[in-house]
């Protein structure tokens, strides 16, 4: 079937549009070939794509505020994007719209270790961080399982976690400062290298926005001293149960573990088949407990940790006795991902966060829901703060497969708020979780969130269509009216 061809007008601005950016960000900087573009067509939620408009590439923060400006005066819808690994899909493109790539953003500015920070780019990975100070015995300790490719700009944009964020925090707790880029091409700085800011928290509301208020050109974070000592143990149980029970009586107990995961039977065999890590095979739930500190006080959590774990039924406790196997321990862990991949065509990774205490009866509650949608599902999450990652099983090619998988996904994620919970943890409401916003937030919550929105891009033209389920123009914010004392709106065009 021959595709019509694109109005006149439309491939005239289009035209106009490329040009004026070329003028910009000259060179290398503006990608325009429909080969070259499809690279940036998806971000890691696959299953949905678009072709931007044109991608450009700017390596400074005054391009990157020229083309913010442009855009701005000409009404041209812009999309940041990082290195595309998220998996909300923020960083889907739009077909009318300027994708703008923060690659070229790839150095570290200072590292300061008397103030014991880090000045990066924000194309630099989250890795990356770690590795420029780890011969000075810093690290940096917000750590996805996707770090190794993931940037700091990103993690900023989605609050990322990581194993270690029980302890240690999600990227918010571990942000000092950004230097920010306005809609406008207006740039701000907000915090710095200093422990505090007065004032309101600026920064609070940038870190974890979606890349929907502006964007982040150079980010400082907080450099943490590795710990003396650092042993990780490996838990088996007879059922995911009691592993989210033994969970809840390790924190109930005031134990703090550097990072507590948990994986059930499916996840176990495929991280075990991708990584040998020595998991163990003949256990449904396999829970990983990091302890970190002095020598002394490491080896009385272990052992209490590992008292705990036996009262609960544990079949298999194996402590690390290296920091090798340690690390071996996590490879596992931070390979479901990819291990999930070889025994599945395809699959959707979700995000959504729930009361510890509940973790037992939402898992039961997954389990029957992949009966109902007949759909496979492999469960991995940060036991400590309830951030759950099940990973449902799918294949693309059958379109029947991916709208069943959606709406399992949707199931689990109203499951988490009906007991407490929240709809994600550190990935984003992006458009994969935008049309549940309203299972968690009244008409009220959202016009707040959404006046927020306006204050800074009161067009409405930085990554549009994400988060909110229906986008107002700012505009009719000032004239809605309350009616049984909940707002309601108008059915108004969509931007």
């Given at each position: 079937?021959?595709?019509p ?10 035209m106009?549009i ?6 910009i ?5 503006v990608i325009d070939?429909?080969?070259e ?10 299953a949905y794509?678009q072709?931007?408009?044109v ?12 083309v913010?400006r442009?855009c701005?005066?000409n009404?041209?819808?812009v999309?940041?994007?990082g290195a595309?690994?998220s998996?909300?899909g923020?960083?889907?493109p739009?077909?009318d719209?300027?994708l703008l790539?923060m690659g070229k953003?790839n150095?570290?500015l200072?590292?300061d270790?008397a ?12 890795l ?10 810093y690290?940096?300790a917000?750590d ?11 993690n900023v944009?989605?609050?990322s976690g990581?194993?270690h964020c029980l ?8 942000v000092?400062?950004v ?5 406008e091409?207006?740039v701000?700085?907000l915090?710095g290298?200093h422990l505090?800011?007065?004032g309101y928290d600026m920064?609070g509301i940038?870190v974890?926005s979606?890349?929907l208020?502006g964007?982040?050109?150079?980010v400082?974070v907080?450099i943490?001293r590795k710990?003396?000592?650092?042993r990780a ?8 149960e009691?592993g989210g029970e033994?969970?809840a ?13 948990m ?8 991280a075990e088949a991708?990584a040998k890590a020595?998991y ?10 990091e302890?970190?500190?002095?020598a002394g ?10 008292g705990?774990a036996?009262?609960h039924?544990?079949?298999h406790?194996r402590i690390s ?14 390979s479901a991902f990819?291990?999930i991949g070889?025994i ?5 990774c979700?995000d ?10 939402v898992l039961r ?5 992949s009966?109902e949608?007949r759909?496979?599902?492999?469960n991995?999450f940060?036991a400590g703060?309830?951030n759950l990652h099940?990973?449902?099983m799918?294949d693309?090619?059958d379109?029947d497969?991916l709208?069943r998988?959606e ?5 689990i994620?109203r499951?988490?708020?009906e007991?407490?919970g929240?709809?994600t943890g550190?990935?984003g409401?992006g458009i ?5 916003m309203?299972t968690?937030?009244?008409d009220?919550d959202?016009?707040?969130?959404l006046r927020?929105?306006c204050?800074f891009?009161?067009e409405?033209?930085?990554n ?9 123009r700012?505009?009719?914010?000032g ?7 909940k707002l309601?709106?108008a059915d108004?065009?969509?931007f």
């Amino acid at each position: 079937m021959k595709m019509p061809a694109p109005d006149e007008a439309v491939l005239s601005r289009r035209m106009q549009i490329v040009a004026d950016l070329r003028r910009i960000v000259p060179g290398e900087g503006v990608i325009d070939a429909e080969e070259e573009r499809r690279a940036y067509e998806c971000d890691a939620l696959s299953a949905y794509r678009q072709l931007p408009m044109v991608v450009v590439l700017p390596s400074t923060t005054a391009q990157v505020a020229a083309v913010l400006r442009y855009c701005h005066e000409n009404r041209v819808r812009v999309v940041p994007r990082g290195a595309g690994t998220s998996l909300s899909g923020g960083a889907l493109p739009l077909a009318d719209g300027v994708l703008l790539g923060m690659g070229k953003f790839n150095r570290i500015l200072d590292v300061d270790v008397a103030n014991r920070c880090v000045v990066a780019q924000p194309g630099v990975t989250n890795l990356g961080i770690t590795n420029a100070v780890q011969h000075l015995g810093y690290y940096y300790a917000p750590d996805p399982s996707s770090q190794i490719a993931c940037t700091i700009g990103g993690n900023v944009a989605e609050n990322s976690g990581g194993v270690h964020c029980l302890k240690y925090g999600l990227t918010t707790n571990n942000v000092l400062g950004v230097e920010f880029v306005t809609m406008e091409g207006e740039v701000l700085r907000l915090g710095g290298k200093h422990l505090d800011a007065g004032g309101y928290d600026m920064l609070g509301i940038v870190v974890g926005s979606e890349g929907l208020l502006g964007v982040v050109t150079e980010v400082t974070v907080r450099i943490l001293r590795k710990p003396e000592t650092a042993r990780a143990v490996l838990i088996g149980f007879p059922s995911s149960e009691a592993g989210g029970e033994c969970v809840a009586a390790v924190i109930g107990a005031g134990i703090i573990p550097g990072g507590m995961e948990m994986m059930d039977r499916p996840a176990i065999h495929a991280a075990e088949a991708f990584a040998k890590a020595g998991y163990p095979l003949d256990v449904e739930a396999l829970l990983i407990v990091e302890l970190d500190g002095p020598a002394g006080e490491v080896d009385e959590l272990i052992q209490a940790v590992e008292g705990i774990a036996r009262q609960h039924g544990a079949t298999h406790v194996r402590i690390s006795a290296s920091e090798e196997e340690r690390l071996l321990f996590w490879a596992g862990r931070k390979s479901a991902f990819p291990a999930i991949g070889r025994i599945s065509p395809d699959y959707l990774c979700m995000d959504g966060t729930i009361p510890r205490g509940r973790l037992s009866e939402v898992l039961r509650r997954i389990t029957q829901l992949s009966a109902e949608h007949r759909l496979r599902v492999a469960n991995v999450f940060h036991a400590g703060d309830g951030n759950l990652h099940p990973l449902i099983m799918f294949d693309a090619n059958d379109p029947d497969e991916l709208t069943r998988a959606e709406a399992f996904g949707a199931d689990i994620l109203r499951t988490c708020v009906e007991v407490g919970g929240v709809l994600t943890g550190e990935h984003g409401v992006g458009i994969e979780k935008r049309d549940l916003m309203d299972t968690m937030f009244d008409d009220t919550d959202l016009a707040l969130q959404l006046r927020l929105k306006c204050a800074f891009d009161a067009e409405g033209l930085l990554n549009p269509g994400k988060v909110f389920p229906v986008l107002h123009r700012c505009a009719e914010l000032g004239r809605v009216i309350v009616r049984g004392g909940k707002l309601r709106f108008a059915d108004l065009p969509r931007f």
